[in-house]
T-cell receptor
Framework: NAGVTQTPKFQVLKTGQSMTLQCAQD?????MYWYRQDPGMGLRLIYY???????DKGEVPNGYNVSRLNKREFSLRLESAAPSQTSVYFC???????????????FGPGTRLTVL | QKEVEQDPGPLSVPEGAIVSLNCTYS??????FMWYRQYSRKGPELLMY????GNKEDGRFTAQVDKSSKYISLFIRDSQPSDSATYLC??????????FGAGTRLTVKP
């Protein structure tokens, strides 16, 4: 099993450009998440999907959209990138709704995004 | 004030030392407490999970939660160079999203 995979690994964008970060998991998990990690800030939840067909906002959703394409895939879209969105983005998945704890979240390797 | 405070370090210890990592928090609704380990350029991985107050031990790792003081700790006994990583605390309330600490970078020197 590959676990959680993310593409691309690195990306450089200019301000105003758009892009989609892809995430896929092969563990048959119900829930998937997108986080961003910034120095001194820790991980912050952007959006999550408790099950196929549902999405909800997390702590920092502004400037992002998500799509739960099917049970395996959960994409994150930046419609008009801004320098403040320079960050490392992590996708995660869990068997059930792991937000309340007690359910392990498995993280992907991350996408390093720079917005100039 | 952040909901979860964690000293970013860096922390450097000799091999074999006992390491103590700590977080404080302000939200009394938090019930689930976790520690994640993150190696450089990798995603975090769950190390320890504790529900409510108390201690939990797993090999060389012990997690403690003191809800009355809003304080959690992770102890690493007989630390090894392979323990060198960033350690993130995380916590959540029931049916609520997780809040992470900023992470403490640990180096264990041989």
């Amino acid at each position: 099993n590959a676990g959680v995979t993310q593409t691309p690994k690195f990306q450089v964008l200019k301000t105003g450009q758009s892009m989609t970060l892809q995430c896929a998991q092969d563990m048959n998990h119900n829930s998937m998440y997108w986080y961003r990690q910034d120095p001194g800030m820790g991980l912050r939840l952007i959006y999550y999907s408790a099950s196929e067909g549902t999405t909800d906002k997390g702590e920092v959703p502004n400037g992002y959209n998500v799509s739960r394409l099917n049970k395996r895939e959960f994409s994150l879209r930046l419609e008009s990138a801004a320098p403040s969105q320079t960050s490392v983005y992590f996708c995660a998945s869990s068997e059930d709704e792991g937000l309340a704890g007690g359910d392990t979240q498995y993280f992907g390797p991350g996408t390093r995004l720079t917005v100039l | 004030q952040k909901e979860v405070e964690q000293d970013p370090g860096p922390l450097s210890v000799p091999e074999g030392a006992i390491v103590s990592l700590n977080c404080t928090y302000s939200n009394s609704a938090f019930q689930y407490f976790m520690w994640y380990r993150q190696y450089s350029r990798k995603g975090p991985e769950l190390l320890m999970y504790t529900y409510s107050s108390g201690n939990k031990e797993d090999g060389r790792f012990t997690a403690q939660v003191d809800k009355s003081s809003k304080y959690i700790s992770l102890f690493i006994r007989d630390s090894q160079p392979s323990d060198s990583a960033t350690y993130l605390c995380a916590m959540s309330a029931r049916n609520n999203d997780m809040r992470f600490g900023a992470g403490t970078r640990l180096t264990v020197k041989p």
